[in-house]
Structures are given as structure tokens and as C-alpha cells.
């Protein structure tokens, strides 16, 4: 047997173990939290989790296989409106919907059918996109998908009998709770994990790093670049969708461009690639720009929080551009939760 | 004669109006170590870049192993058991020397996306097994000690063994070795021909070198290819591809061959 390997390869066990009680402490502390702050406090969290999961969710294409796509905000359009049409009440659909198509009009579904069809019909449009937008490399894919969320908006703002233009949907039954941006966020996070750390994830990385390499050990990598895509479109759907049952509206320009660059600033300042990195990120930048809209109202000052985000940015990529945790995930968790086998410095 | 593992009829690539490669053959039988030679510009990496299926060949066929694979994509030909590693060394520099050698065995071994989000049992297996490939192949080249080491950090040398192993975890049939001995020094150039034998001899492995260093192709090789100015000018044995007159003028042109001969 080798030298390199050690025989006894730690079981998985052990990896869920240390989840499943990391997952548990997390949602002590969540019911906790819930049950002692404010609703202000509590809602604030619900987004936390929901800008977390997207971060992590923009990493299979961003971080892993490195394809620079700023698509994320037209998948969550998507799904936010496919999710809201279908959730709606039925007996309201008529007032704010008349012009929709007779299924359409008499189906009123529950949270969680409705999000998973959400993000079903993000990943077919992805599939669909993904065949001529993939093709593209470095800026020209950030551009086609940047032009991707201009063509969703002026879709959700034309096609009035299904969106109701401009205006948006509201009124939005309010389904979402800190429960399920929780549950979410660590599906989104064990998902990316597992990915990460598998043949698969290794696969998008050597994709990364040199595509004609990957080419030629037998990696398909248009396959792996589509797969990353579909999946990232596929959760961000489902986070557009949970997002819209939380506030209760969704309008064309709910998820814009500026969304797309906060993402992509939640995962460079965390690390292209790093999974803990793009939480972290994401909840410090969530909590910081929440904390500063009080100080912007007093001051008067409108936007300076997205000022400080810029700056943020400016100064990770000047003197940390790998941002906090490179592409890796810091020791300790990979310890725990067993990402520590082939990587550097065991 | 055993089955033929390439076999290549009449390979042409044209750059805009340059013939870069011309009716390049090549029959590379199960077992065999040939070596490419040629001056610089003659299309060595052209041809390899055809034969790999990087570049697409303006005209002529490809077979792997009796499967007509013309114009298919590079991971198809890896399927097929082609595995090449470049002039210029391509590594996944972000990821540790074992990892890129694991990501070798991704194409046989590796798991679908619902194994491995399901965490079927099936995934574990599949992932135990590519490590434990990954690390007799990380022995079998002398990279243990580097194994977690990132790719990127190691030495050239060392870089250019982890490309062959890497090339090695694919089980291919044939390895196309394209200037593996460029840049390195004495040393390690030994330990590299020993290597290159041992893949050849003990582990059953056609291979293919393209090699500036004429010492090291012809001490390796049974057989040995010319090209110049992108056709095959010879091909035989290192003793009659040395005496070759088209060989000797590709390499000295025909000035100098009077001049000797005067």
C-alpha cells in the first residue's frame, strides 16, 4: 500500500458527526435569537442567511470553475416571480392577475413546491443561456451576463399578464421565516461542501486553473462549466424566491445589477473559491450596510454604505487579493469537517 | 504485430496560407517508444496538437485503436486512452501535486453530481479509490514527499514529473510526451529517461516523445520519426535515421553537408 495515503482514511462518518452538531449548535443559537430579539433583528438575520447562501451559491461559477458571471440577479428574478405567481392566493390572482393563463390562475401552491419549481425553471433557463454564454471567457462572459439581467428585467417589465409590469407583484404572502433562510443557507453550504471537496469539485477546479490541461486528462469541461452554471442558477432562484416571501414584493428591479456587484464583492473579499469566506463576507457586509443606514438618515448621506462596500473592495484587492481565505477554507473546519485529506500541509 | 494503439493517415493542418504539418502518418503499436525529431518550426507540436486533439487536422484521419476519433475534443481522445503532457508545463498550480494527479482519475472514476450531493456509498468507494490510485502513481514517479504540496510551488523538474503522473492517472494506452526533458538539467534528464522506461517497460504504456535532445531520443527510442518543414522526411531505427542524408540536411542543411564532404 501507498505511503502517501494513510490506510485508514477517516471515515465520513466523522465529517457529518462534526456537521450535524455544528448544524445543531447554529440552530440553537437561531431559536434563541428568534425567540429574544426584535423582528427587525430577527428579519435582518433572514436576509443575513439568504445573502450567505447566494454568495456561496455564486461560487460554484465564480470561485470553482472560475467563469466570472454576474447572472445571479437574473436567476433570482426568476424564481422570485415563478414562485410568487404560484403561491399567490387564488381568490386575489384575479383582481391582480386577471390576464393569467387558466393553471396559472387556479393553482396556489405551498412554499416549498413553489420554490423548487422556481428553481427548476432558473436551471432550464441557465441550460439554455449556458450554451451560447459559456462559449465566452474573462469579461466577455461577465458582460453577456450582465446583459442576461437586462434582458430579464425588460422581460418581467413588458410581459404584463404574467408580472404586472412595472409595478410588481404585492402583497406577496409572507411564507419565508428565519427557518427557512436557516435551512437554505445550509443546504447551500453542505451542498457546495461536498462538491468542493469530491471528484467533481476537483474536476471544476482543474477547469479553473488550466482548461486545456483539464481537456486533455478526460475532463469534459464545457459539461463541468454548464453543470456549475446551472447549479449556481438553480440556488440562486430558490434564494430570489425565499427572499420575495420575506419582504412580500417583488418588482422588475427588485434584484439589479448593483446586487450582482455586491455578490461578486461578498465573494472576492472572501476568497474566489472559499466557501466559509463568501458566509463570512456575507454577513459582515450585510450587518455593516444594516448598522450604517441609521448613521446615513442622521447624516444624510443616501448610498454611503454602498461607498464603504466599493471601498471594502478596493482594499481587499490592494492588499489581500486573494481575499481572506484564498481559494481554501481555513484549517480548523476542514479539520472538522473532513476537507483536510489531499489539500496542502496536511 | 500487435494492435496498432495510434494510427494517424495523412494529417495536414494549415494556418492561414503556412502548411504547418503535411500528410503526417503515424502507427504506434501497443508497447512501442518512438521518438519525433526535427529542427525548430518543423511541426513536432503541431502534429501532437492534431494527434491529441487540441487543433482539429485540416485533412487526414485519426484512429484510436480502430476507433476513426477525427476531430473529436481532447477529452474524448483521453477516453479513447491518449493522455499528453505539454512543452510548456500546464499544471492546476492552485491545487496540491496529488490532487492534480487525482484529478486524472476523474474521467474514469469519478461520481455524477447526484452521487456525490446524495453521498451515496457508491461516491465514497469512487473517491477512495481515485486517492488511493493517485498515491501509488504519486509513489511510482518519487513524488511522495511533494504529494501536498502546491503544484504551482514545486520545481521545474519536479513540476514536469507531476505532469506525467497526472497524465499517468488516466490509464491511458498511449503518452505523448512533448519535450519532456526541455529545461532540465543532467540529473534530472537521467532520472527522467528512467522514468519514461519504466512507464514504457513495466507498466505496459505506447509512448510518444517529442525531444530536442537528440542523445536522449535516440539512447530511448526503438524508433525514431523526422519532420521537417512539417512533412516526415524519415523514419527507422536511431542508427538509420542518423545516416539519413534527408536527415542530416534538415538538421545541417546542404551547405554545410558539401563542405564536410569536401
Given at each position: 500500500m501507498s505511503k502517501t495515503v494513510p490506510d485508514e482514511t477517516p471515515l465520513p462518518i466523522r465529517g457529518f458527526a462534526a456537521a450535524a452538531l455544528v448544524a445543531a449548535a447554529a440552530a440553537a443559537a437561531v431559536w434563541l435569537a428568534q425567540a429574544s430579539l426584535s423582528d427587525y433583528v430577527v428579519t435582518l438575520l433572514a436576509v443575513l442567511f439568504l445573502n450567505a447562501a447566494l454568495a456561496v451559491s455564486l461560487n460554484f461559477t465564480?470561485?470553482?470553475?472560475?467563469l466570472f458571471s454576474l447572472g445571479h440577479p437574473a436567476f433570482m428574478t426568476i424564481g422570485a416571480y415563478v414562485a410568487a405567481i404560484l403561491t399567490f392566493p387564488e381568490r386575489r390572482k384575479g383582481t391582480m392577475l386577471p390576464g393569467l393563463p387558466e393553471f396559472l390562475a387556479t393553482t396556489e401552491l405551498s412554499l416549498l413546491p413553489a420554490i423548487l419549481i422556481a428553481g427548476a425553471v432558473a436551471a432550464v433557463v441557465a441550460l439554455i443561456v449556458g450554451f451560447?454564454?459559456?462559449r465566452l471567457r474573462g469579461h466577455y462572459l461577465a458582460v453577456a451576463t450582465l446583459g442576461l439581467i437586462v434582458i430579464i428585467q425588460s422581460l418581467a417589465t413588458n410581459?404584463?399578464?404574467?408580472?404586472?409590469?412595472?409595478s410588481g407583484l404585492s402583497g406577496i404572502p409572507r411564507l419565508t421565516g428565519i427557518w427557512w433562510a436557516f435551512g437554505f443557507m445550509l443546504v447551500v453550504i453542505a451542498a457546495a461542501w461536498r462538491i468542493k471537496f469530491s471528484s467533481l469539485g476537483r474536476a471544476m477546479m482543474a477547469t479553473r486553473e488550466n482548461e486545456l490541461a483539464a481537456e486533455c486528462v478526460g475532463i469534459d469541461t464545457v459539461r463541468v462549466r454548464m453543470l456549475a452554471f446551472v447549479l449556481g442558477a438553480f440556488f440562486a432562484a430558490v434564494a430570489g424566491a425565499l427572499l420575495v416571501h420575506l419582504i412580500s414584493v417583488v418588482t422588475p428591479?427588485?434584484?439589479?445589477v448593483l446586487l450582482a456587484f455586491n455578490l461578486v464583492v461578498m465573494v472576492v473579499i472572501g476568497g474566489s473559491g472559499s466557501i466559509i469566506g463568501a458566509v463570512i463576507a456575507a454577513s459582515a457586509i450585510t450587518v455593516l450596510s444594516e448598522a450604517l443606514r441609521p448613521v446615513e438618515e442622521s447624516v444624510g448621506l443616501y448610498g454611503m454604505s454602498q461607498v464603504i462596500v466599493a471601498l471594502a473592495l478596493i482594499l481587499v484587492l490592494y492588499?489581500?487579493?486573494?481575499?481572506?481565505f484564498g481559494s481554501g477554507e481555513p484549517m480548523i473546519v476542514r479539520r472538522l469537517f473532513g476537507g483536510d485529506r489531499f489539500g496542502q500541509t496536511p | 504485430m500487435t494492435e496498432a494503439i495510434i494510427e494517424a493517415h495523412g494529417l495536414s493542418r494549415i494556418f492561414g496560407g503556412l502548411v504547418a504539418v503535411d500528410g503526417y502518418g503515424l502507427r504506434l503499436a501497443g508497447g512501442e517508444l518512438v521518438g519525433l525529431i526535427g529542427p525548430n518550426g518543423a511541426g513536432k507540436t503541431t502534429a501532437f496538437n492534431l494527434l491529441t486533439g487540441v487543433l482539429k487536422p485540416s485533412a487526414g484521419r485519426i484512429l484510436i485503436r480502430g476507433q476513426d476519433l477525427t476531430g473529436a475534443r481532447p477529452h474524448v481522445l483521453a477516453r479513447a486512452g491518449v493522455a499528453r503532457t505539454f512543452q510548456n508545463i500546464r499544471l492546476f498550480s492552485d491545487l496540491s501535486a496529488l490532487e492534480n494527479v487525482m484529478c486524472g482519475g476523474h474521467m474514469r472514476h469519478g461520481s455524477s453530481l447526484i452521487k456525490t450531493l446524495a453521498q451515496l456509498p457508491a461516491f465514497w468507494r469512487s473517491e477512495k479509490l481515485i486517492a488511493r490510485r493517485a498515491a501509488e502513481i504519486i509513489d511510482r514517479t518519487g513524488l511522495s514527499a511533494l504529494?501536498?504540496?502546491?503544484?504551482?510551488?514545486?520545481?521545474y523538474g519536479d513540476q514536469r514529473r507531476v505532469e506525467i503522473a497526472r497524465a499517468l492517472a488516466t490509464e491511458p494506452a498511449a503518452l505523448l510526451l512533448d519535450e519532456p526533458a526541455a529545461g532540465l538539467n543532467p540529473s534530472e534528464t537521467q532520472k527522467l529517461v528512467e522514468l519514461i522506461r519504466r512507464i514504457n517497460e513495466d507498466m505496459g504504456v505506447s509512448v510518444l516523445v517529442v525531444e530536442h535532445d537528440m542523445r536522449l531520443v535516440m539512447g530511448l527510442c526503438r524508433r525514431v520519426q523526422v519532420l521537417n518543414r512539417g512533412k516526415l522526411v524519415a523514419e527507422g531505427t536511431p542508427a538509420e535515421v542518423q545516416a539519413d542524408p534527408a536527415v542530416i540536411e534538415a538538421y545541417l542543411g546542404t551547405r554545410r553537408k558539401a563542405l564536410a564532404n569536401a
Open positions: 465564480n470561485g470553482f470553475t472560475g451560447p454564454v459559456l410581459w404584463d399578464t404574467i408580472t404586472r409590469g412595472g428591479r427588485t434584484y439589479s492588499l489581500r487579493p486573494q481575499g481572506l | 504529494a501536498y504540496r502546491r503544484a504551482g510551488d514545486l520545481s
